[in-house]
């Protein structure tokens, strides 16, 4: 079955200690990426990536990095998570881009106390 | 259609009638739409797309119409079910020097049995 898979699905931290969000797709796909998902301000790109090894900032990278050494997977890393990064992330990937159709992760809800 | 807040513009239907949701997007330069349905505690799910050398899209029970001259594109469901329940995004396709996905805020659609 084609699908993107993010664990953990729910994960709650403290301030300051860093963890990592996983990210794996079976579809081939050249491009993903990561949003966040806030109430009233919809899905923010955090990072993407075009193909193994080439990653670049979206509109929201402060306090996020990601890494792409497989075409398969996409890790999100907090380093050091602060409580505004509480939110609901996902994960998606896409055969060209943005002009292709996009699959989700199920998502994974931060809390960071 | 879409809206900037903490509200999410809310579309209340009975079932069996017909819905249209509708979208405003920002940009001239933008050459591919989509549609997205967003379940609760789901990620985003595809629905239709449509570039911008078409003006009318079908799938099925739903007609993703683009009007370019306004800026507009709207999202049809035939026959509208209580598994049609979710909230729905636009997202366009920016294609200028720094391609893009702009996504709208969202317009969440309630079935009343």
């Known amino acids: 079955e084609a699908q993107v898979t993010q664990n953990p699905r729910y994960l709650i931290t403290v301030t300051g200690k860093k963890l990592t969000v996983t990210c794996s797709q079976n579809m081939n796909h050249e491009y993903m990426s990561w949003y966040r998902q806030d109430p009233g301000l919809g899905l923010r790109q955090i990072y993407y990536s075009m193909n193994v090894e080439v990653t670049d900032k979206g509109d929201v990278p402060e306090g996020y990095k990601v890494s792409r050494k497989e075409k398969r997977n996409f890790p999100l890393i907090l380093e050091s998570p602060s409580p505004n990064q509480t939110s609901l992330y996902f994960c998606?990937?896409?055969?060209?881009?943005?002009?292709?159709?996009?699959?989700f992760g199920q998502g994974t809800r931060l809390t960071v106390v | 259609g879409e809206s900037v807040g903490l509200h999410l513009p809310t579309l209340s239907v009975q079932e069996g009638d017909n819905s249209i949701i509708n979208c405003a997007y920002s940009?001239?330069?933008?050459?591919?739409f989509i549609w997205y349905k967003q379940e609760s505690g789901k990620g985003p799910q595809f629905i239709i797309d449509?570039?911008?050398n078409m003006d009318k899209r079908q799938g099925q029970r739903v007609t993703v119409l683009l009007n370019k001259t306004v800026k507009h594109l709207s999202l049809q469901i035939a026959a509208t079910q209580p598994g049609d329940s979710a909230v729905y995004f636009c997202?366009?396709?920016?294609?200028?020097?720094?391609?893009?996905?702009?996504w709208g805020l969202g317009t969440s659609l309630a079935v009343n049995p």
């Open positions: 997202a366009e396709n920016y294609a200028g020097n720094n391609r893009k996905l702009i």
């Open positions: 940009n001239s330069a933008s050459d591919y």
């Open positions: 998606a990937s896409s055969f060209m881009g943005t002009g292709d159709e996009a699959f």
């Open positions: 449509i570039r911008s």
